[in-house]
Protein backbone atom coordinates (compact mmCIF):
# COMPACT_ATOMS: atom_id res chain seq x y z
CA UNK A 1 0.00 0.00 0.00
CA UNK A 2 0.69 3.86 -0.15
CA UNK A 3 3.67 4.66 2.01
CA UNK A 4 4.21 8.06 3.53
CA UNK A 5 7.94 8.32 5.03
CA UNK A 6 8.89 11.03 7.45
CA UNK A 7 12.41 11.76 9.10
CA UNK A 8 13.85 12.06 11.79
CA UNK A 9 11.03 10.48 14.08
CA UNK A 10 12.58 12.54 17.38
CA UNK A 11 14.31 15.42 17.51
CA UNK A 12 15.71 17.38 20.85
CA UNK A 13 17.11 20.57 20.43
CA UNK A 14 17.96 23.50 21.77
CA UNK A 15 15.98 27.06 21.82
CA UNK A 16 16.35 29.02 18.92
CA UNK A 17 17.71 26.03 16.85
CA UNK A 18 15.93 25.69 13.70
CA UNK A 19 14.55 22.20 12.54
CA UNK A 20 13.95 20.71 9.13
CA UNK A 21 11.66 17.44 8.99
CA UNK A 22 10.98 15.90 5.89
CA UNK A 23 7.78 14.16 4.39
CA UNK A 24 7.99 11.90 1.27
CA UNK A 25 5.62 9.63 -0.58
CA UNK A 26 7.47 6.66 -1.09
CA UNK A 27 5.49 4.86 -4.25
CA UNK A 28 3.26 7.51 -5.33
CA UNK A 29 3.95 10.97 -6.76
CA UNK A 30 1.80 13.50 -4.20
CA UNK A 31 1.20 16.97 -5.26
CA UNK A 32 -0.44 17.68 -2.19
CA UNK A 33 0.59 16.80 1.15
CA UNK A 34 -0.20 18.19 4.50
CA UNK A 35 1.48 19.03 7.87
CA UNK A 36 -0.37 18.59 11.31
CA UNK A 37 0.90 19.71 14.98
CA UNK A 38 -0.95 17.30 17.73
CA UNK A 39 -0.70 18.57 21.68
CA UNK A 40 -0.93 15.53 23.98
CA UNK A 41 -4.07 14.34 24.19
CA UNK A 42 -5.56 16.66 21.54
CA UNK A 43 -6.81 16.72 17.88
CA UNK A 44 -4.89 16.90 15.29
CA UNK A 45 -4.62 20.40 13.84
CA UNK A 46 -3.76 21.52 10.51
CA UNK A 47 -1.21 23.29 10.20
CA UNK A 48 -0.53 23.95 5.96
CA UNK A 49 -1.45 22.06 3.03
CA UNK A 50 1.58 22.00 0.86
CA UNK A 51 1.56 22.33 -2.99
CA UNK A 52 4.06 20.73 -5.17
CA UNK A 53 5.48 23.63 -7.12
CA UNK A 54 4.24 26.60 -5.24
CA UNK A 55 3.47 28.14 -2.34
CA UNK A 56 1.76 26.36 0.67
CA UNK A 57 -1.73 27.20 2.24
CA UNK A 58 -1.02 28.44 5.85
CA UNK A 59 -4.46 27.70 8.77
CA UNK A 60 -5.73 30.64 10.03
CA UNK A 61 -3.06 31.08 12.72
CA UNK A 62 0.14 29.73 11.41
CA UNK A 63 3.04 31.76 11.31
CA UNK A 64 4.42 31.22 7.39
CA UNK A 65 7.40 32.46 8.40
CA UNK A 66 7.89 30.65 11.45
CA UNK A 67 7.14 27.29 9.63
CA UNK A 68 8.60 27.11 6.43
CA UNK A 69 7.12 24.42 3.89
CA UNK A 70 9.08 23.52 0.45
CA UNK A 71 7.38 21.18 -1.50
CA UNK A 72 10.19 21.42 -4.29
CA UNK A 73 9.15 17.90 -6.09
CA UNK A 74 6.35 15.20 -6.39
CA UNK A 75 7.59 12.61 -3.88
CA UNK A 76 9.26 15.38 -0.91
CA UNK A 77 7.87 18.34 1.05
CA UNK A 78 9.69 19.44 4.23
CA UNK A 79 9.01 21.73 6.91
CA UNK A 80 11.01 23.77 8.67
CA UNK A 81 10.59 25.37 12.14
CA UNK A 82 12.64 28.34 12.33
CA UNK A 83 14.08 29.43 15.35
CA UNK A 84 12.20 27.10 17.75
CA UNK A 85 11.11 27.73 21.15
CA UNK A 86 9.65 25.28 24.01
CA UNK A 87 6.26 25.89 23.45
CA UNK A 88 6.67 24.55 19.47
CA UNK A 89 7.47 21.36 21.02
CA UNK A 90 4.78 18.84 19.38
CA UNK A 91 4.05 16.19 17.27
CA UNK A 92 4.28 17.14 13.64
CA UNK A 93 2.68 14.88 11.30
CA UNK A 94 2.54 14.65 7.40
CA UNK A 95 0.39 13.06 4.94
CA UNK A 96 -0.27 13.01 1.64
CA UNK A 97 -3.92 12.20 -0.29
CA UNK A 98 -4.33 8.77 -1.78
CA UNK A 99 -6.08 7.62 -4.62
CA UNK A 100 -8.45 6.34 -2.58
CA UNK A 101 -9.50 9.79 -1.49
CA UNK A 102 -8.09 9.53 2.27
CA UNK A 103 -5.34 11.20 3.71
CA UNK A 104 -2.30 8.63 4.64
CA UNK A 105 -0.10 9.67 7.26
CA UNK A 106 3.73 9.47 7.86
CA UNK A 107 5.05 8.36 11.52
CA UNK A 108 5.06 11.70 12.98
CA UNK A 109 7.92 13.73 14.61
CA UNK A 110 8.26 14.34 18.00
CA UNK A 111 9.94 17.69 18.66
CA UNK A 112 11.20 18.13 22.00
CA UNK A 113 12.60 22.29 22.51
CA UNK A 114 14.65 22.50 25.49
CA UNK B 1 -20.03 24.74 17.44
CA UNK B 2 -17.15 22.40 16.59
CA UNK B 3 -17.63 20.70 12.91
CA UNK B 4 -16.67 17.55 14.04
CA UNK B 5 -18.01 15.84 16.86
CA UNK B 6 -17.08 13.18 18.85
CA UNK B 7 -17.52 11.69 22.45
CA UNK B 8 -14.16 11.74 23.92
CA UNK B 9 -14.70 8.78 26.08
CA UNK B 10 -13.00 6.67 27.42
CA UNK B 11 -15.57 3.92 26.26
CA UNK B 12 -14.56 0.73 27.38
CA UNK B 13 -15.98 -2.29 25.83
CA UNK B 14 -15.58 -6.21 26.98
CA UNK B 15 -13.20 -7.97 24.72
CA UNK B 16 -15.40 -10.03 21.96
CA UNK B 17 -18.39 -7.56 21.99
CA UNK B 18 -19.10 -4.98 19.71
CA UNK B 19 -17.84 -1.48 19.85
CA UNK B 20 -19.79 1.65 18.98
CA UNK B 21 -18.55 4.86 18.00
CA UNK B 22 -20.14 7.98 16.55
CA UNK B 23 -19.52 11.55 15.01
CA UNK B 24 -21.51 13.83 13.95
CA UNK B 25 -21.20 16.48 11.81
CA UNK B 26 -22.12 20.38 10.40
CA UNK B 27 -21.45 20.81 7.03
CA UNK B 28 -24.05 19.45 5.11
CA UNK B 29 -22.73 19.12 2.17
CA UNK B 30 -19.53 16.97 3.64
CA UNK B 31 -18.68 14.32 0.55
CA UNK B 32 -16.31 12.00 2.26
CA UNK B 33 -15.88 10.68 5.45
CA UNK B 34 -12.94 8.72 7.20
CA UNK B 35 -11.95 6.82 10.38
CA UNK B 36 -8.53 6.71 11.57
CA UNK B 37 -7.20 4.87 14.14
CA UNK B 38 -4.65 6.19 16.49
CA UNK B 39 -2.17 4.66 19.29
CA UNK B 40 -0.75 6.24 22.04
CA UNK B 41 2.37 8.30 20.78
CA UNK B 42 1.81 6.87 17.17
CA UNK B 43 0.42 8.63 13.86
CA UNK B 44 -3.17 7.86 12.56
CA UNK B 45 -3.68 5.27 10.42
CA UNK B 46 -6.52 5.26 8.25
CA UNK B 47 -9.41 1.84 8.83
CA UNK B 48 -12.52 2.97 6.89
CA UNK B 49 -13.47 5.35 4.34
CA UNK B 50 -17.27 5.74 3.45
CA UNK B 51 -19.22 8.12 1.04
CA UNK B 52 -22.23 7.48 0.31
CA UNK B 53 -25.41 6.69 2.92
CA UNK B 54 -25.63 3.12 4.72
CA UNK B 55 -23.13 0.57 5.56
CA UNK B 56 -19.84 -0.81 4.56
CA UNK B 57 -17.88 -3.36 6.00
CA UNK B 58 -14.11 -4.57 5.86
CA UNK B 59 -13.74 -7.22 7.80
CA UNK B 60 -14.70 -6.95 11.83
CA UNK B 61 -15.42 -2.95 10.73
CA UNK B 62 -18.65 -1.53 9.70
CA UNK B 63 -18.64 2.22 8.76
CA UNK B 64 -22.34 3.80 8.93
CA UNK B 65 -23.07 7.13 6.81
CA UNK B 66 -26.56 8.76 7.39
CA UNK B 67 -26.24 12.35 5.10
CA UNK B 68 -29.82 13.10 6.61
CA UNK B 69 -29.31 12.96 9.96
CA UNK B 70 -25.11 14.48 9.73
CA UNK B 71 -23.81 11.16 11.25
CA UNK B 72 -21.40 8.92 10.52
CA UNK B 73 -20.25 5.78 12.99
CA UNK B 74 -18.07 2.72 13.19
CA UNK B 75 -18.78 -0.48 14.58
CA UNK B 76 -15.93 -3.18 15.73
CA UNK B 77 -17.32 -6.83 16.08
CA UNK B 78 -15.28 -9.10 17.76
CA UNK B 79 -13.28 -6.21 19.61
CA UNK B 80 -9.87 -7.30 20.52
CA UNK B 81 -7.16 -5.59 23.19
CA UNK B 82 -5.34 -4.77 19.79
CA UNK B 83 -8.20 -2.56 18.87
CA UNK B 84 -7.80 0.12 22.20
CA UNK B 85 -6.90 3.22 21.05
CA UNK B 86 -7.94 6.53 19.85
CA UNK B 87 -10.51 6.73 17.11
CA UNK B 88 -10.45 9.85 15.18
CA UNK B 89 -13.64 10.97 12.99
CA UNK B 90 -12.71 13.01 9.76
CA UNK B 91 -14.73 14.88 7.14
CA UNK B 92 -14.23 16.09 3.85
CA UNK B 93 -15.09 19.85 3.10
CA UNK B 94 -17.53 20.04 0.38
CA UNK B 95 -16.31 22.11 -2.03
CA UNK B 96 -14.94 19.78 -5.09
CA UNK B 97 -11.05 19.77 -4.94
CA UNK B 98 -10.92 20.82 -1.35
CA UNK B 99 -8.88 17.92 -0.02
CA UNK B 100 -8.47 19.37 3.46
CA UNK B 101 -9.99 16.79 6.54
CA UNK B 102 -11.65 18.43 9.40
CA UNK B 103 -10.83 15.92 12.52
CA UNK B 104 -13.21 15.16 15.79
CA UNK B 105 -11.29 15.22 18.93
CA UNK B 106 -11.46 11.96 18.75
CA UNK B 107 -12.80 8.59 20.85
CA UNK B 108 -10.70 6.64 23.42
CA UNK B 109 -11.74 2.79 23.55
CA UNK B 110 -10.50 0.63 25.89
CA UNK B 111 -10.96 -3.08 24.92
CA UNK B 112 -10.89 -5.05 28.65
CA UNK B 113 -9.83 -8.67 28.49
Known amino acids: GAVVSQHPSWVICKSGTSVKIECRSL??????MFWYRQFPKQSLMLMAT?????????EQGVEKDKFLINHASLTLSTLTVTSAHPEDSSFYICSARVSDRGQHFGDGTRLSIL | QKEVEQNSGPLSVPEGAIASLNCTYS??????FFWYRQYSGKSPELIMSIYSNGDKEDGRFTAQLNKASQYVSLLIRDSQPSDSATYLC?????????????FGTGTRLTIIP
Open chain 1, 27 to 32: DFQATT
Open chain 1, 50 to 58: SNEGSKATY
Open chain 2, 27 to 32: DRGSQS
Open chain 2, 90 to 102: AVNAANFGNEKLT
